[in-house]
């Protein structure tokens, strides 16, 4: 994650300030969002399944907001200069609608086949399943996928609606490639075991030793893997002891 | 340190026939076993598939690994061809061997080598048809910036969105310039593929001798390694590092300076080289409200009218940094000929030749859920096309070569500058 903000802090160097303040004030504005709502989930009470799943949901599009700044930033040049914070406006309302929606649905999934399973089995169980996709030729297919951003008119509504579904298309290519690492991540048990699997998925693309290609996507199946291992035998111990 | 000859030097002749020689027991291997990583097809298929799709499941990990349309398409090349050479001189037991390069003054004058039309010899290729099209204008010696000439930047998929100026003339432009297997993916069977990827690797080497420009320092691209089949070693397989051959130095061989006539038309380009550019400085001025086709003109309103300087007294006596970009280019169907200029004008003034699209994997691209972007540098034609402060640019195609049946389009059409 931090190599992705340096990466696009450093392409944002070399623009004139007059011409960042824009976008720089709704990215920290972002910035500030994500702090408030992991706090105000980390406080909440439970107050029902419906309250519980659209608080995860918002969770969950904060969580993933600020994986949309390389896109983000592509889309941004391609704008013109008076047009460039409502541009990074609409890209991350799309982004962040798929996710939002995305969070809602799982955090309802979760409920219901976590009671079924017990909490940290449920968890473990989504971790291997989420080692398994990593390294499956599906998957595979879907990242060597091409996608594109949408280049819309350069002015008008129509220039505002282009730029959320941008937006909207870059968070649905997300939600296909990492849906089961994130269905992992709504069952986890508490905030900080949340951030270990957001780490895990991210890390794929972070620059290493570990090469592109084949290998590079092994790194998080190893953490996926790891977790799940912990998970369930942590689980199976809790219910020896108990019975 | 081995060096590598132009192909119509008179040293060459033995080393065209010990090539021949090796692509013919190469062939043989691939009739014997198609999987067998030394032969032929299994070579051509490394780079890719005829459509220039993704590789399928059940398919060798080697296949369909090229990469274009990204800052990794020089580098692999470069690899590919090192590959290549170490499995020439394998197969054929000299040590010495080095891979001719191509020494075309550019794509339009591209003639076959004699060597390579004998019907008789392993280095002709039966599918190979001429593809005439005019005199196309060379701008990848302009590009300032790695990202520009060699790439942009991107994850090290086969086939990227963002070309530099040296993939689209003369890499594309001559894959183009013949019909058969030379126009797709699998272009590797045909040995002219080898020759044109050489002179291609060179004019990298050229352009880094320009001043200001130099290969990226960003560890994702000096670290990235890919694996390619070598008989040499014990696995039967060697990982090489771009920052291993991102130089002929560290590569470890060189090329011999192409025939006078090819020399001095370089030399000639590389004369007044443009000054460094920053790719990330390109300030859009305007774009198309509506998508293009090849089938009808495309108006660019001139909307960021301050940038171009047109809110003060005086015209540009000097020429403005100026980037015409087609955004998403896509492309259903291929019949591997089509070539298009794309031409700009304004004020009803005659159009200038902006630059030519080869559409060159795109259809693969288009098919695999992805768009390219193409950047003609117009920095030349600023003063015409800025002239009496224009309200917008008109952006016309023409087709030069194959048919129309095979017709690009393209989400928008939009105009960059530089700001300083």
């Known amino acids: 994650m931090l190599a992705v903000f340096a990466r696009a802090a450093g392409r944002l160097s070399v623009v004139r300030p007059r011409d960042a303040a824009g976008p720089l004030v709704v990215a920290l504005g972002v910035a500030a969002a994500v702090v408030v709502l992991l706090h105000h989930h980390a406080v909440a009470t439970n107050e029902g399944m419906l309250h519980h799943a659209i608080d995860h949901g918002v969770l969950m599009a904060a969580v993933m907001l600020p994986v949309a700044a390389p896109s983000a930033r592509l889309v941004v040049v391609r704008a013109l200069r008076n047009r460039w914070a409502s541009t990074l406006v609409a890209h991350a309302i799309g982004y962040g609608a798929v996710w939002l929606a995305f969070g809602i649905l799982a955090a309802l999934v979760i409920d219901a086949v976590g009671e079924k399973l017990g909490g940290l089995a449920c968890f473990g169980v989504l971790a291997a399943a989420a080692t398994a996709w990593q390294v499956s030729f599906v998957r595979r297919k879907l990242t060597d996928r091409r996608g594109w951003l949408r280049s819309g008119p350069p002015t008008g509504v129509s220039a505002v609606t282009a730029d959320a579904a941008g937006g909207a298309g870059q968070a649905w290519r997300c939600v296909e490639t990492c849906w089961v690492p994130m269905l992992a991540m709504t069952a986890a048990p508490n905030l900080p075991l949340m951030g270990v699997v957001l780490a895990i998925d991210v890390s794929e693309w972070l620059p290493g030793s570990n090469p592109y290609g084949r290998r590079r996507r092994i790194r998080p199946a190893w953490g996926y893997a790891t977790l799940a291992l912990g998970a369930l035998t942590w689980s199976l111990v809790r219910t020896i002891v108990r019975a | 340190m081995p060096t590598r000859l132009p192909v119509s030097s008179p040293g060459a002749t033995t080393v065209l026939d010990t090539f021949a020689a090796a692509v013919a027991a190469m062939k043989a291997r691939s009739t014997v076993d198609e999987a067998d990583p030394f032969g032929w097809f299994y070579q051509s298929r490394m780079h890719g598939r005829p459509d220039g799709g993704a590789r399928r499941q059940g398919e060798p990990e080697d296949w369909s690994a090229c990469k274009h349309g990204q800052w990794y398409f020089l580098p692999w090349h470069r690899m590919y061809l090192l590959q290549f050479e170490r499995l020439v001189r394998w197969i054929t037991s000299d040590d010495t061997w080095c891979l001719p390069y191509w020494d075309y003054p550019d794509a339009s004058r591209a003639q076959v080598p004699a060597a390579f039309l004998d019907p008789s010899s392993a280095l002709n290729d039966a599918n190979r048809r001429d593809n005439p099209f005019p005199a196309a204008a060379a701008t990848w010696m302009a590009s300032g910036t790695f990202q520009a000439f060699g790439g942009g930047v991107g994850a090290p998929v086969h086939m990227g969105d963002h070309p530099g100026s040296l993939e689209l003339n003369p890499h594309n432009l001559v894959h183009r310039r013949f019909v058969g297997d030379l126009s797709s993916f699998q272009s590797p069977l045909d040995p002219l593929f080898w020759i044109h990827h050489a002179n ?65 038309e370089e030399d000639e380009a590389f004369a007044e080289p443009a000054p460094a550019r920053a790719d990330d400085v390109l300030t859009l001025v305007g774009a198309s409200a509506e998508r293009g086709a090849v089938d009808g003109p495309v108006s660019i309103p001139l909307l960021d009218r301050a940038t171009l300087g047109f809110d003060t007294d005086e015209e540009a006596a000097v020429e403005t940094d100026l980037f015409l970009r087609l955004e998403n280019v896509g492309m259903d169907i291929d019949d591997g000929a089509a070539v298009w200029n794309v031409l700009a004008s304004s004020g009803g003034r005659d159009p200038v030749l902006a630059g030519t699209l080869a559409p060159f994997g795109l259809a693969g691209l288009t098919a695999s859920g992805g768009r390219a972007t193409i950047t003609f540098d117009v920095t030349a034609f600023s003063l015409t096309l800025l002239a009496g402060r224009p309200e917008t640019l008109e952006v016309t195609t023409e087709l030069v070569a194959g048919s129309a049946d095979a017709a690009p389009y393209w989400e928008r059409a939009a105009l960059y500058t530089i700001v300083s």
Do not use: Q
């Not at chain 2, 960003?218 to 990982?239: E, I, M, Y």
């Open chain 2, 200 to 264: 291609i690797d060179r004019l990298w080497s050229r352009w880094l001798e320009l001043p200001g420009r130099r290969n990226p320092g960003d560890s994702s691209w000096l670290d990235t390694s890919f694996d390619f089949p070598d008989p040499t070693t014990p696995s039967r397989r060697r990982t090489m590092h771009v920052r291993e051959i991102e130089t002929l130095d560290l590569a470890g061989y060189d090329y011999e300076p192409p025939p006078s006539e090819v020399a001095r």
